[in-house]
């Protein structure tokens, strides 16, 4: 779900200077709460359970706080393997905290965020059958960016361009929906970075960065389910910053793929 909407401008600017640069030849080569979940994984490490009414680490000229842990310094969240891919989606994580956020972190980075075709499938492999209209909502964001990006409303990209995103960080809350039990609802936020090579691997110069987006997952017929039955019990964290300790007591931690 959309963090924000410069999300979207940003986005934009990153494809079409991508697209731009390509098609000029100028790519040269080459208790199951939030705050306990990630407090068991990270081997005691505290994390901050409310919610922040702001999307920005506080700021001023207080005392400094260059001694307070940070993300940077905290023990990182080593995501669960998926046992397989199917429809272009990991799956097969397990029904714990970590498995909930590992779903979350795996589809993000693999989602074809501007290719509509390809999100059907991946969508409708990961959305729950108690959000019907969960795909064709998701799938007309991606056909009205495509639009203002003066491409055709459905398809792809130019083979020429890939689009690689890496989550950063995530923060993980349980959502307390009724009539489930506590642990089975989560939402997750993930920090993320996204940059584009170009024909014979030219670099993009200017990479989107430290973008954030949320989704909830419940755990539903024996796997996680991406769901917008209960937005309205999302919360919004601080914004992740490596070195903020406004940003680890929130509850971000960095994560890393197992080897």
Known sequence: MESQNGLKARKARLVLAAIAVAVAGLLVAGGFAGATLMQDHTQGAPAGAGPS?????????????????????????????????????????????????????????????????????????????????????????????????????????????????????????????????????????????????????????DPLRGDMVDFVVKWQDGAWKFTDEFDSLRTFPVAYEPDSPFAWKDGWVQVRHAS
């Open 53 to 205: 009414g702001s999307a920005a680490a506080p700021t001023g000229t207080g005392p400094s706080t260059s001694g307070l842990m940070t993300p940077a310094k905290g023990k990182k969240w080593t995501l669960d393997k998926p046992t397989s891919h199917k429809d272009g989606v990991a799956v097969g994580f397990p029904t714990s905290p970590g498995g909930g956020i590992s779903a979350v972190v795996y589809f993000w980075e693999e989602y074809a965020w501007l290719d509509d075709e390809k999100a059907i499938q991946q969508l409708t492999a990961v959305a729950s059958k108690d959000s019907p209209g969960y795909v064709d909502k998701r799938v007309s964001e991606i056909r009205k960016l495509r639009e203002e990006l003066g491409l055709p409303p459905s398809g792809g990209i130019s083979a020429d361009i890939n689009f690689t995103t890496t989550v950063n960080a995530a923060r993980a809350t349980t959502v307390n929906a009724p009539g489930l039990p506590v642990g089975h609802v989560m939402q997750v936020w993930v920090s993320y970075d996204r940059y584009a090579t170009g024909p014979k691997g030219g670099r993009d110069e």
